[in-house]
């Protein structure tokens, strides 16, 4: 039998970090806006118009990239759907219990858990096909800035990426134009696995930001809810 332990690249693990970690402070500065503590243009300003977007694709990129190292890519979707229902119990409740909107229908994990079935049931076509990355980043691009958001359809297609009029969701993740950046990290997997980034990549380590990786779903659960305690809290003391 076969004992050797696959590589571990900790580079991948440490860029995951880093991008859920600048999620995560993104998250709490649409907290501070909404309870007026810090100015609105603080995030309604073009250079967060593009920041934000671009750690996103980041981490779902590397969330891609991740699923082919995956024992099971199929359990990893199951899991991470549960986490999803999870977070959309838990902020409809914020949403009545604070007075605020904050109830997340199809927000990133729903996306990742869905992406990963999808792919559990691609991988022999793509591992066949052999799509290039560039053509996958293109598809994103073109499915970002020109695929209609808005439309008079039912709500059940918002996962797809249509979004019927009143539809809302604090955090939204549709497939389209979010699923080819995830293939775009799949096929970034393969480069990495076929040794074709710089040396120092694989020497690369920042175990603090791998250990932020090793924990991601967790941490992605519950900061929102901790971060809303914290400012409940506050509330109470201050007056």
């Not at 696959?6 to 402070?25: E, N, V």
């Amino acid at each position: 039998m076969d004992t050797a332990q696959k590589p571990r690249y900790h580079a991948l693990d440490a860029l995951r970090g880093l991008s859920l970690l600048l999620m995560i402070i993104h998250h709490l500065a649409v907290d501070l806006t909404m309870y007026n503590m810090v100015p609105l243009w603080l995030l309604s300003n073009p250079i967060v118009g593009i920041l934000q977007p671009l750690f996103g694709a980041c981490f779902v990129a590397l969330s891609g990239a991740s699923s082919r190292f995956s024992r099971s890519t199929a359990r990893r979707g199951l899991k991470i759907l549960l986490a999803a229902a999870a977070v959309t119990a838990a902020t409809a409740g914020m949403s009545w219990f604070f007075g605020q909107e904050v109830t997340v229908f199809f927000g990133i994990l729903h996306f990742l858990g869905v992406a990963s079935l999808i792919y559990h049931v691609a991988q022999p076509l793509l591992d066949k096909i052999k799509i290039p990355g560039p053509l996958w980043f293109a598809l994103f691009l073109i499915a970002f800035y020109f695929f209609p958001r808005m439309a008079d359809v039912p709500m059940a297609l918002a996962p797809l990426g249509l979004m019927g009029y009143g539809f809302h969701s604090a955090d939204y993740y549709p497939l389209l134009p979010w699923i080819f950046i995830y293939f775009f990290g799949v096929w970034i997997a393969d480069c990495v696995k076929e040794n074709r980034f710089p040396e120092g990549f694989y020497r690369f380590r920042c175990r603090p930001l791998e250990a932020v990786s090793k924990h991601s779903l967790w941490l992605y659960l519950l900061h929102q809810p901790v971060i809303m305690g914290l400012f409940q809290l506050w509330f109470l003391i201050t007056g």
